[in-house]
């Protein structure tokens, strides 16, 4: 949106952050980061390109103190220590096993590890660096996460301002009480404020208000054809980057600078400066289905779509939809699919996921840097889930869920460049993407780096069977 609080200065972006609260009236509270969609004017605004920045900013933060008892803390202590103990086991898998549980276990127990000694290993160093680096990482997004919003169906401006909320806290006024009728259709499956809010605008013809009526902490919405356009955004930043958190020394408390920020330091993590990552998708349809019986891609997923066309929906609220390609069969039927969505058939039938997968990454290789691949089997998929594998992937090759046991090749990202080790794998006859994960350069991504996007992590869980669908229905409502 048309938020005029940033420097305008060649190459570079900065938020005036003392400017975001009289800007928006939103209350930023519990962070000292945050994500915020910017439009670039392209071609004197005729093409506009969403752009995404993580800044940082200095505000204070308040970290809740452990609220265990001295039995309990001395209990957790006691099975920190075992565990630690545990990582040196002679069993590889006693190790994996306890690395994921520790992982599991969160960023509290951080205080609780005792340092390597000199005579460790090699291995056991590794991991308990890895450990920290992952915990420390979810202690960040704990507080610089944004705020979700899950809402579907049909209803109306002032229905959805509630419930918004309901969910973040942030309020939300329109400028005529009349706008609050306006009926739209809403498709907020666990996206963050700053999407839904865009999706309420776009849908609805609604902008922001800078000069309205507004209440303390409030966003005013009014008609876009009614706003001042006094308000521009600056058009000549030569590139957007995408930044991580490095560090945050509270220097003065933005809510009332009275007080005093907190001086306790947080958890340093290596800064990351690149250019926002092209972002596609590929999603596998042209499986056999022998266990399910009959095509999965046609299955009805309520009334209106199919699994298929589910899966393609979700996706595409956190990837374009001219960067979503399916691979299907070569006679297989498919469903009608969103305009921009590109479909490649097999050439030839039965060779597996490997085989399907390169022809998805040799036809999108061109208009995306890495691309998020599953199957159409995964109609529990949240947006969410997949934005934090995009944000896994680092400067690594690919970036795959592990479990502490196996890998999740259909739940992954992986960057276009890796076609070539994809032909070389398949020259050996090998079909499955695992041998892709093990020969490249993965980030594993521990399950405990993403319960707070997907709590119950349903995005792994697949229908491979007539009782998985009717469990899928069940759990999503579609089905008594």
């Not at 942030?170 to 907020?188: A, Q």
Request: charged share 25%.
């Amino acid at each position: 949106p048309n938020w005029p609080f940033f420097d305008d200065q060649p190459g570079m972006i900065a938020i005036r952050e003392t400017t975001i609260g009289q800007q928006t009236g939103i209350p930023l509270n519990r962070a000292f980061a945050v994500t915020i969609r910017i439009r670039k004017m392209i071609d004197k605004g005729v093409k506009l390109d969403s752009l995404r920045i993580c800044t940082a900013l200095w505000l204070s933060v308040t970290f809740p103190l452990s609220t265990f008892g001295q039995e309990q803390e001395l209990e957790l202590i006691d099975q920190v220590s075992k565990l630690q103990k545990q990582l040196e086991s002679d069993v590889t898998a006693d190790r994996e096993r306890a690395e994921s549980a520790l992982i599991e276990m969160g960023p509290s127990i951080l205080d609780y590890f005792e340092s390597s000694t000199e005579d460790a290993t090699t291995d056991y160093r590794q991991r308990l660096q890895r450990i920290r680096t992952t915990l420390e990482k979810v202690a960040v997004n704990s507080v610089t996460k944004a705020s979700i919003v899950k809402a579907s169906g049909k209803m109306t401006v002032g229905t959805i301002l509630k419930r918004i909320k309901q969910q973040t806290g942030n309020e939300i006024g329109v400028n005529d009480d009349s706008l609050l009728d306006i009926e739209f259709e809403v498709s907020m499956d666990g996206v963050e404020f700053w999407v839904a809010l865009e999706q309420l605008m776009s849908k609805t013809k609604l902008g922001i208000d800078r000069y309205g009526n507004a209440q303390p902490n409030q966003l005013m919405l009014g008609p876009v054809n009614n706003l001042p356009t006094d308000v521009t955004v600056p058009t000549n930043i030569a590139r957007i980057f995408q930044t991580q958190v490095t560090r945050v020394d509270s220097s003065a408390n933005l809510a009332d600078p009275r007080q005093k920020a907190p001086t306790s330091e947080f958890p340093c993590l290596p800064l990351s400066l690149s250019p926002c990552l092209r972002r596609g998708a590929i999603i596998l349809c042209g499986g056999a289905s022998n266990r399910m019986g009959r095509d999965k891609a046609l299955l009805p997923f309520g009334p209106q779509e199919t699994m298929l066309q589910r899966v393609v929906r979700l996706v595409a609220e956190v990837v374009p939809l001219d960067g979503i390609l399916c691979v299907a069969a070569a006679t297989q039927e498919l469903p009608t699919l969103p305009a921009g969505v590109e479909v490649v058939r097999d050439a030839e039938a039965h060779c597996g996921p490997l085989a399907g997968f390169a022809a998805g990454v040799a036809a999108v290789q061109n208009r995306a840097e890495a691309v998020f691949a599953c199957g159409c089997d995964a109609p529990q998929l949240v947006p969410a889930f997949v934005d934090r594998m995009f944000d896994s992937l680092g400067d690594h090759k690919v970036a795959a869920v592990f479990d502490g046991e196996r890998f999740h090749p259909l739940s992954a990202v992986y960057r276009t460049d890796v076609l070539r080790t994809v032909e070389a794998i398949l020259a050996t006859g090998e079909r499955s993407l695992v041998s892709l994960v093990e020969h490249c350069d993965t980030h594993r991504v521990p399950l405990g780096e993403l319960r707070d996007v997907d709590p119950k992590l349903s995005s792994l869980e697949n229908c491979n069977t007539l009782v998985d669908y009717q469990r899928a229905l069940r759990t999503l409502g579609i089905l008594a």
